[in-house]
């Protein structure tokens, strides 16, 4: 079975994080994100260059929750697709793109959090598998 990937982006949230909720109730998170750049340069060092920023949307529960922990300046990788579409605007259409957060969460490379764990029951580990393994392959 292959294993199940989708697109990733990590960056900072770079402007005040928007939540509305559509006609049919659904909550959407908005927010434009920055995306630090750097070049590597001939001697090993890397030079920092100016951030890109790109438009990020989550929608439904998932919104709400990211709505309450986000604020400008969090570091945050997220997984997702991009969407692209069209918008008319004097007579002329734009080519725009925006990124759809499936999953998002704090940078634990360059945040501090601490984690707050519920009573929830633990997924099986790789060593209480390990007997089952053995025994298959005798």
Same mark, same amino acid.
């Given at each position: 079975?292959?294993?199940p990937t989708q697109l990733s982006l990590h960056g900072?949230?770079?402007?005040?994080?928007?939540?509305?909720?559509?006609?049919?109730?659904?909550?959407?998170?908005?927010? =434009?994100? *920055?995306?630090?750049?750097? &070049?590597? !340069?001939?001697?090993?060092?890397?030079?920092?260059? #100016?951030?890109?920023?790109?438009?990020?949307?989550?929608?439904?529960?998932?919104?709400?929750?990211?709505?309450?922990?986000?604020?400008?300046?969090?570091?945050?990788?997220?997984?997702?697709?991009?969407?692209?579409?069209?918008?008319? =605007?004097? *007579?002329?259409?734009?080519? &725009?793109? !925006?990124?759809?957060?499936?999953?998002?969460?704090? #940078?634990?490379?360059?945040?501090?959090?601490?984690?707050?764990?519920?009573?929830?029951?633990?997924?099986?580990?790789?060593?209480?598998?390990?007997?089952?393994?053995?025994?298959?392959?005798?």
């Amino acid at each position: 079975m292959t294993i199940p990937t989708q697109l990733s982006l990590h960056g900072f949230i770079g402007t005040v994080p928007h939540l509305t909720f559509g006609d049919t109730g659904v909550a959407r998170f908005y927010v =434009r994100v *920055g995306v630090d750049h750097y &070049r590597k !340069e001939a001697g090993g060092n890397l030079t920092k260059l #100016d951030p890109t920023f790109h438009s990020m949307a989550m929608f439904g529960r998932k919104a709400e929750k990211a709505y309450n922990q986000f604020q400008v300046g969090d570091q945050f990788i997220a997984s997702g697709y991009v969407n692209e579409y069209q918008v008319e =605007r004097n *007579g002329a259409v734009e080519q &725009r793109e !925006e990124f759809i957060a499936r999953q998002i969460g704090h #940078d634990a490379h360059r945040t501090r959090y601490t984690v707050t764990r519920g009573p929830s029951p633990s997924p099986p580990t790789l060593a209480a598998q390990a007997p089952a393994r053995a025994m298959q392959s005798t």
